[in-house]
Every structure is written in structure tokens, then in C-alpha cells.
């Protein structure tokens, strides 16, 4: 035999399940690729009843098992069987495909105890049931699963990644730009299964009792998104300050953009028709600069009315995107330098899909400080825990925040 095709896990005791993502943003032909990079990895496995055994199961908003954990005997079994992935579509709900792995895949057998136990994760996206997703990793990681996430793709979001996979986090994820990329490092991604390092029971974390002073203040433009807009991003503004609490290490302060002045038109003062409807035409919202002169100047500087925690505060910026605003005015970058070198962080919601992404990343904010939600009707469900992950558990850094 080949030195390339020797077992690389020769005669471990080990229960392996591969979580395949088969929700809408792969599309079969990724689906088919992660199937490769499965079967390429169980033919370095010693699998059989007493050493490696393997199963697979798919998720998007559904959870599947293909074939459960030490029902196939033998590696041939195990790779014939691959051909009965299918792709399903649909959404990403993560928490529940964990939850199924955690109470059905990992809890059918108690013969063999004290075998190690591994799942392998696929993503290429965010989950859209983050909450649960970081609470059932949790309990799985607790209950001694050691999760390994392969994450492909720009999509992903690097804490939620973090989140699901056990620690160190340089041995259990597996960053990959393409599909293509993970079958290249296929073995990289064996090998580091087959060694798994132990792993210490995860402590407790509390929602958020951070000590250190934070200044929060959200900025939202209201004169360019209108009541209906306003409205959700206040309800989930309300909803995070409910999670944070006003007062103790967190205070809270919120400001809007506002019109331009001397923009109304008096009754009769145009009498040409034309004039009057490019006038009507050219209203105009403040830009997103003069939001970030105006916490540069006033709302965080020394003294401001809005800051009550004094110098050694946090202060943190968090800003709502959506596809209507305008990402390439002139002054943008040079007002949120001059914020960054103050000292204040800045986050960024980008809402829904036709926002200009590689100017958000340009020009306001890079990174985990970007959070990227689908809709206007998502937000609330969807920003709240996200937030929470990132202000309670880390100091924030200048940077984006993709939800």
C-alpha cells in the first residue's frame, strides 16, 4: 500500500460525525465537493466496530442523518453510502442541527465509553439561529464533543466560528476561501482530527458582565430610512440596551443624522415648474460623515454631553448600513480617522443584500466589527446575540461587524 493511503488514525477508538451544510448558498455542486473532501478523509480512517467508527448528516433548516454513527462496518461501506448525500436547500438553522447532533448522534450509544468523540463541521455561512447555535456548541463541547468547523468562503462570521469550535481555536478550525482549497488541505484537515488534542470543559460565561466601562452610542439615519426603517432598528436597539442594562459598566446614548436646514419650499416662492420639482428632487439627507464629526466633536469628546463614564471608558460607535447609504462620499474616511485615532470603535449593521460590501469594509469598519443581517425583518432575531458576543466577551476593536 501507498505511504500516502496509510490509515491516519491507525487503530484509534474514536467516534467521527460529518455535519455536511446543504442550505441554499452552497448549491449541489459545493454540496458534492464537501462529499469529496469527506471520502478522501474516511480512506486514511482505520474504521470498524471497535476502532474509528463514522457518520454523516446534512443540515440547512432541516437535520438529516445519512447514515448514523457505527452503522456501517467497514470504510467500503462507509464510501459507498456517500452517495446518498442529497442536497435539501433552505435555510442555515445551525442550533438545531447541533441540538439533534448533540441529543440523537452522540447519545444512541453507551457501549463504548470513554471514546473520544469528534464532529466536523462544514459552513459557508452565518447561522440564522445564532443563540442556539452558541448554547447547543456549548453543551456539546461540555458533554466532551471536540467540534472541529471547516469554514469556506468570505460569509462566514469569525466569532460565530469560534464559538461552535472547541479550543485552541488554531487546531479546530479550518479556514478555507473555496471548496476547491479544503479538498487541497484535505490531509492537513486528517490529520488534525486523528491528533485532537484534549480539550478542558468549557466555564460558564455570563451574558454580559463586563467591568470595564463602555460607552455605547448607536447612530442611526433616520431622515434617510424613514419611519418604517427607524422603527426596527429602534426596537433592536431597545432590545440590546435591555441585554446590556443602562447604567453600571455599560451607558447608553443614541443620535440621528438630521436634514440639511433651509431645504423647505415656501408655498408660491418658485414659479417655474421645472425649477420647482429639481428643487423638490434634490432634498437631501445629511452624509454619513457629519454623523461620525459629529461623536468625533461632540457626543465622545472631553466633556461631551453624552459621555458620563470619563477618559478610561470603552466608547464604542455602532452605526446601521443599509443599501441607501451613500458609502463613497469624499469625507467618510477622513471623519472615521479621525474617530478611530480618539479611541472609539466602530461597528457597523450592514441590512440586506445590495449594500456596496467592499466600501463598508473601506471605508467604515473591517472584520468581526461588521455584522451582516439579511432584512430589516430579521433584525431583531438576528443582531442581539451577535452583538452580545462580541461587546461582552472582547474589547472591541476599530473594525466591521457582519451579521
Known amino acids: 500500500m501507498d505511504v500516502s493511503e496509510e490509515p491516519a488514525c491507525s487503530n484509534k477508538k474514536v467516534d467521527i460525525l460529518f455535519l455536511l451544510d446543504s442550505s441554499s448558498s452552497i448549491r449541489d455542486v459545493n454540496l458534492k465537493k464537501q462529499v469529496n473532501v469527506v471520502r478522501l478523509m474516511i480512506r486514511r480512517f482505520d474504521v470498524g466496530p471497535d476502532k474509528t467508527r463514522v457518520g454523516v448528516s446534512i443540515y440547512s433548516h432541516e437535520y438529516l442523518p445519512i447514515f448514523k454513527i457505527g452503522e456501517l462496518k467497514t470504510s467500503a461501506e462507509v464510501l459507498y453510502n456517500m452517495k446518498n448525500v442529497i442536497y435539501i436547500g433552505g435555510g442555515t438553522k445551525t442550533g438545531k442541527a447541533l441540538e439533534k447532533v448533540r441529543t440523537q448522534s452522540f447519545n444512541i450509544d453507551k457501549k463504548r465509553p470513554g471514546v473520544g468523540k469528534i464532529l466536523v463541521v462544514f459552513t459557508d455561512g452565518q447561522s440564522s439561529d445564532y443563540e442556539k447555535t452558541r ?51 484535505t490531509e492537513i484537515l486528517t490529520r488534525k482530527t486523528c491528533a485532537a488534542p484534549m480539550q478542558s470543559t468549557p466555564k460558564d460565561q455570563t451574558l454580559c458582565n463586563a467591568t470595564q466601562p463602555t460607552d455605547v452610542i448607536f447612530m442611526i439615519s433616520r431622515n434617510r430610512f424613514g419611519q418604517w426603517k427607524t422603527n426596527k432598528i429602534l426596537q433592536v436597539a431597545s432590545e440590546l440596551i435591555k441585554r446590556l442594562g443602562a447604567g453600571g459598566p455599560f451607558q447608553i446614548g443614541v443620535t440621528f443624522d438630521e436634514c440639511p436646514a433651509d431645504q423647505d419650499i415656501s408655498v408660491g416662492s418658485i414659479d417655474d415648474t421645472n425649477e420647482l420639482i429639481e428643487r423638490m428632487m434634490s432634498v437631501k439627507s445629511r452624509p454619513l460623515s457629519s454623523m461620525f464629526r459629529r461623536i468625533h466633536e461632540d457626543i465622545f469628546s472631553s466633556g461631551g454631553s453624552y459621555s458620563s463614564t470619563g477618559g478610561d471608558a470603552r466608547k464604542v460607535a455602532f452605526v446601521f448600513i443599509d443599501s441607501s447609504v451613500e458609502l463613497d462620499e469624499r469625507d467618510l474616511s477622513d471623519e472615521i480617522k479621525k474617530v478611530l485615532l480618539d479611541g472609539i470603535s466602530i461597528y457597523a449593521v450592514a441590512i440586506g443584500e445590495d449594500i456596496h460590501m467592499p466600501l463598508l469594509y473601506r471605508h467604515v469598519a473591517k472584520g468581526e466589527n461588521v455584522i451582516t443581517v439579511n432584512s430589516y425583518d430579521t433584525l431583531k432575531d438576528s443582531l442581539p446575540s451577535r452583538f452580545i458576543s462580541r461587546i461582552c466577551t472582547r474589547a472591541a476593536s476599530s473594525g466591521f461587524f457582519s451579521l
Not at 456539546?140 to 466560528?161: H, R, T
Open 135 to 185: 448554547e447547543e456548541a456549548y453543551l456539546l463541547k461540555k458533554s466532551g464533543v471536540k467540534i472541529f468547523v471547516v469554514s469556506i468562503g468570505p460569509n462566514i462570521d469569525p466569532v460565530e466560528i469560534r464559538d461552535i469550535a472547541s479550543e485552541p481555536s488554531k487546531e479546530f478550525i479550518h479556514n478555507a476561501a473555496t471548496f476547491d482549497a479544503v479538498m487541497q488541505s
